[in-house]
C-alpha cells in the first residue's frame, strides 16, 4: 500500500518551481519525518511505504530525484532503482539503509544509484547531498538540450561570414517570431528549405509539427487526399479514415516545397483553406479548423509567374505576408571555400578520413567555378573530395561552364580581384584586417583596390 503525504515545499520563485522528490521507506515513522524534512528544505516531497507504488508513480510523472531505503519487503531499494532505469527514467537516487557496508554500496552504484548514506545520517548531510544530486541532474539535462539544439542547428545550419548572409540570417530573425506566412524564393540548391527549417525553429511554434510538401512530387490523382485528407471510405481504395499534410501540421508550420509546381485546381482549394483556416476532408462535409503558418518555396520568381498567368494573383499574395530571396553560391565570395571546407570535414569524420587539405589551388579553383548547382553541387564535391574519389574539375572542364579564356594576366588579374573582394566582404570591409589576411600592405591592397573598381 502507498501513503502519498505530499508535503507542502517552502516558497520558491515562481519561475523556479520546487523539485519533486519521491521518498519511499517501510518505515512510515520515519519515512513521515524524512519527509517533512525534504519538504522543509523546499522540495516537493510524496512519500511511499512501497517501491512498487513509487516505480508506478515515476512511470506517470517522472520526479526530480529518488530517496529510497534499501532494504523493504517485497522490492527493494536496489530493485527499484533498476527498474527506474529500465523504463528509461533518468532519476537520479539517493539509497538509504540501515545495514550500510562496502558490498551494499557496490550494488547500489552499479544498479545506478547517485549516492548512499548509512542511517542514521546527518540531516544537513542528507539536503547537502539531495542539492548536489538536483544541481548534477539540471546540469546534465542542459548539456542534453544544448547537444540536441548543436546537432539540430548542424543538421540545418546557415553558413556563411559573409554581409549578404547576415542579412538573410537577420531576416529570419525578424520574421521567425511573427506568426505571418512566407514565400521563400531562389535558385535550385540556395538553401531554401534551410530558411524554411530556421523560420520554424526560431519561432514560437518551434515544438509543433514541422510538415513539408514537395508540391513538383505530388501525383495529381491523389493530390487532393493528401493535402486535404479523405473521409472513411472516400473513394475505392481509400481505406480508414486520413487527414491531410495541412490537417498534419496543426499548431505548426507547413511547408510548401515548390509551390509554383502546384495544379491550378489545387491551388484555389488552398486558397480557400488559408483564408478560413479550415480544411473539409474529401467524402465529408464538414470544416475542421486548423492552425498553422505556411512557408512557401519557389525557384521561379512568384510574382513574374503571377503576372504571366502562370500563378493565382489572390493565392501569391495570401502567401507572401513577407518574402526572403537566396543568394546564388556564386554571389557569396569567400563563404563558398569556408561551405566547401564544412562539407569536406564532416564527410571525412563520417567514414574515419583525416580532415582533407583546402589549399591555395583549390580554392582558385572553388571561386573560378560558376556552381550552377549551388550548395547542393559545392557539398557533392566537397564529399567526393574528402573521399579522394575524384579531383575537383578546372571551370573550363565543368559541365556546362564557359571556357575561361583570356590571357594569362587577365585570369591572374581576375583571381586577384575575386580573393581582395573576398577578403573585404569577410572582414566587412576593414582594409586593415583584410590586408593582414592577404599578406599584404595597406597600400598595396588601396592601389589594387583602385585598380579592380572594389573601393565602393
Same mark, same amino acid.
Given at each position: 500500500?502507498t501513503?502519498p503525504?505530499?508535503?507542502p515545499?517552502?516558497?520558491?520563485?515562481?519561475?523556479?518551481?520546487?523539485?519533486?522528490?519521491?521518498?519511499v521507506?517501510d518505515d512510515?515513522?520515519h519515512?513521515?519525518?524524512?519527509?517533512d524534512l =525534504?519538504g522543509?528544505?523546499?522540495?516537493r516531497?510524496? @512519500?511511499?511505504t512501497?517501491a512498487?507504488s513509487?516505480?508506478?508513480?515515476?512511470?506517470?510523472?517522472?520526479?526530480?530525484?529518488? =530517496?529510497?531505503?534499501l532494504?523493504?519487503?517485497?522490492?527493494?531499494?536496489?530493485?527499484?532503482?533498476?527498474?527506474l532505469?529500465e523504463?528509461?527514467?533518468?532519476v537520479?537516487? =539517493?539509497?538509504l539503509?540501515?545495514?550500510?557496508d562496502?558490498a551494499?554500496?557496490v550494488?547500489a552504484?552499479?544498479?545506478g544509484a &547517485?549516492d548512499?548514506l548509512e542511517?542514521?545520517y546527518d540531516a544537513?548531510h542528507?539536503?547537502?547531498?539531495l542539492?548536489r544530486t538536483?544541481?548534477?541532474?539540471?546540469?546534465?539535462?542542459?548539456?542534453t538540450r544544448?547537444?540536441?539544439?548543436?546537432q539540430?542547428? !548542424?543538421?540545418?545550419? *546557415?553558413?556563411?561570414?559573409?554581409?549578404?548572409m !547576415?542579412? *538573410?540570417?537577420a531576416?529570419i530573425a525578424a520574421?521567425?517570431? *511573427?506568426?505571418v506566412?512566407?514565400?521563400?524564393?531562389g &535558385?535550385?540548391?540556395?538553401?531554401k !528549405?534551410?530558411v524554411?527549417?530556421?523560420?520554424h525553429d526560431q519561432?514560437?511554434?518551434a515544438?509543433?509539427?514541422?510538415?513539408?510538401?514537395?508540391c513538383?512530387?505530388?501525383?495529381?490523382?491523389m493530390?487532393e487526399?493528401l493535402m486535404f485528407g479523405?473521409?472513411?471510405?472516400?473513394f475505392?481504395?481509400?481505406?480508414a479514415?486520413?487527414?491531410?499534410?495541412?490537417?498534419?501540421a496543426?499548431?505548426g508550420? %507547413?511547408v510548401?516545397d !515548390?509551390v509554383e509546381?502546384?495544379?491550378?485546381a489545387v491551388q484555389?482549394?488552398?486558397?480557400?483553406?488559408l483564408?478560413?483556416?479550415q480544411? &473539409?476532408?474529401?467524402g &465529408?462535409n464538414?470544416?475542421?479548423s486548423?492552425?498553422?503558418r505556411?512557408?512557401?518555396?519557389s525557384k521561379?520568381?512568384l510574382?513574374?509567374?503571377?503576372r504571366?498567368g502562370?500563378?493565382r494573383?489572390? %493565392?501569391?499574395?495570401?502567401?507572401?505576408?513577407a518574402?526572403v530571396?537566396?543568394?546564388?553560391l556564386r554571389?557569396?565570395?569567400?563563404d563558398?571555400v569556408?561551405i566547401?571546407t564544412h562539407?569536406?570535414?564532416?564527410?571525412?569524420?563520417?567514414?574515419?578520413r583525416?580532415?582533407?587539405?583546402v589549399g591555395?589551388?583549390?580554392?582558385?579553383?572553388?571561386?573560378a567555378?560558376?556552381?550552377?548547382?549551388?550548395?547542393?553541387?559545392l557539398k557533392?564535391a566537397?564529399e567526393?573530395? @574528402?573521399?579522394?574519389l575524384?579531383p575537383l574539375a578546372?571551370p573550363s572542364?565543368?559541365?556546362g561552364?564557359a571556357?575561361?579564356g583570356?590571357s594569362?594576366?587577365?585570369?591572374?588579374a581576375?583571381f586577384e580581384a575575386r580573393e581582395?573582394?573576398?577578403?573585404l566582404?569577410?572582414f566587412r570591409?576593414n582594409?586593415? *584586417?583584410?590586408?593582414?589576411?592577404l599578406g599584404?600592405?595597406r597600400?598595396?591592397?588601396?592601389?589594387?583596390?583602385?585598380r579592380?573598381g572594389l573601393?565602393?
Amino acid at each position: 500500500m502507498t501513503a502519498p503525504a505530499t508535503t507542502p515545499a517552502a516558497t520558491t520563485p515562481a519561475a523556479a518551481p520546487p523539485a519533486a522528490v519521491f521518498v519511499v521507506d517501510d518505515d512510515a515513522d520515519h519515512l513521515a519525518a524524512l519527509a517533512d524534512l =525534504i519538504g522543509a528544505a523546499g522540495y516537493r516531497a510524496t @512519500a511511499f511505504t512501497d517501491a512498487e507504488s513509487a516505480l508506478q508513480a515515476a512511470r506517470a510523472t517522472p520526479p526530480d530525484a529518488v =530517496i529510497t531505503d534499501l532494504r523493504m519487503p517485497g522490492m527493494d531499494g536496489l530493485a527499484l532503482t533498476s527498474a527506474l532505469g529500465e523504463a528509461g527514467l533518468a532519476v537520479p537516487v =539517493i539509497m538509504l539503509t540501515g545495514h550500510g557496508d562496502v558490498a551494499h554500496a557496490v550494488r547500489a552504484m552499479r544498479a545506478g544509484a &547517485e549516492d548512499f548514506l548509512e542511517k542514521p545520517y546527518d540531516a544537513a548531510h542528507l539536503l547537502a547531498v539531495l542539492a548536489r544530486t538536483l544541481r548534477a541532474k539540471a546540469a546534465q539535462s542542459e548539456l542534453t538540450r544544448l547537444q540536441a539544439l548543436v546537432q539540430a542547428q !548542424e543538421a540545418h545550419r *546557415l553558413l556563411g561570414e559573409s554581409s549578404g548572409m !547576415e542579412r *538573410l540570417r537577420a531576416r529570419i530573425a525578424a520574421l521567425a517570431p *511573427l506568426d505571418v506566412d512566407v514565400v521563400v524564393t531562389g &535558385e535550385t540548391g540556395t538553401g531554401k !528549405e534551410l530558411v524554411a527549417r530556421a523560420l520554424h525553429d526560431q519561432s514560437p511554434r518551434a515544438a509543433a509539427p514541422y510538415v513539408a510538401v514537395n508540391c513538383a512530387a505530388l501525383p495529381e490523382a491523389m493530390v487532393e487526399s493528401l493535402m486535404f485528407g479523405h473521409a472513411d471510405g472516400a473513394f475505392p481504395g481509400a481505406g480508414a479514415a486520413k487527414p491531410g499534410k495541412i490537417e498534419a501540421a496543426h499548431g505548426g508550420t %507547413l511547408v510548401l516545397d !515548390e509551390v509554383e509546381a502546384m495544379a491550378p485546381a489545387v491551388q484555389a482549394k488552398l486558397l480557400r483553406a488559408l483564408q478560413e483556416r479550415q480544411v &473539409e476532408r474529401l467524402g &465529408e462535409n464538414r470544416l475542421r479548423s486548423v492552425d498553422i503558418r505556411v512557408i512557401a518555396t519557389s525557384k521561379a520568381d512568384l510574382a513574374t509567374l503571377v503576372r504571366q498567368g502562370d500563378f493565382r494573383a489572390d %493565392l501569391y499574395w495570401r502567401l507572401a505576408g513577407a518574402t526572403v530571396e537566396t543568394e546564388p553560391l556564386r554571389a557569396m565570395g569567400h563563404d563558398i571555400v569556408l561551405i566547401f571546407t564544412h562539407y569536406a570535414q564532416l564527410a571525412a569524420r563520417r567514414y574515419g578520413r583525416p580532415d582533407p587539405e583546402v589549399g591555395f589551388s583549390l580554392r582558385k579553383s572553388l571561386l573560378a567555378r560558376p556552381w550552377p548547382g549551388n550548395v547542393r553541387e559545392l557539398k557533392a564535391a566537397a564529399e567526393a573530395h @574528402a573521399l579522394g574519389l575524384a579531383p575537383l574539375a578546372q571551370p573550363s572542364e565543368t559541365p556546362g561552364a564557359a571556357p575561361a579564356g583570356g590571357s594569362l594576366p587577365d585570369r591572374v588579374a581576375a583571381f586577384e580581384a575575386r580573393e581582395i573582394r573576398a577578403a573585404l566582404e569577410r572582414f566587412r570591409g576593414n582594409t586593415d *584586417l583584410a590586408a593582414k589576411a592577404l599578406g599584404l600592405p595597406r597600400r598595396t591592397l588601396n592601389d589594387k583596390m583602385n585598380r579592380y573598381g572594389l573601393r565602393d
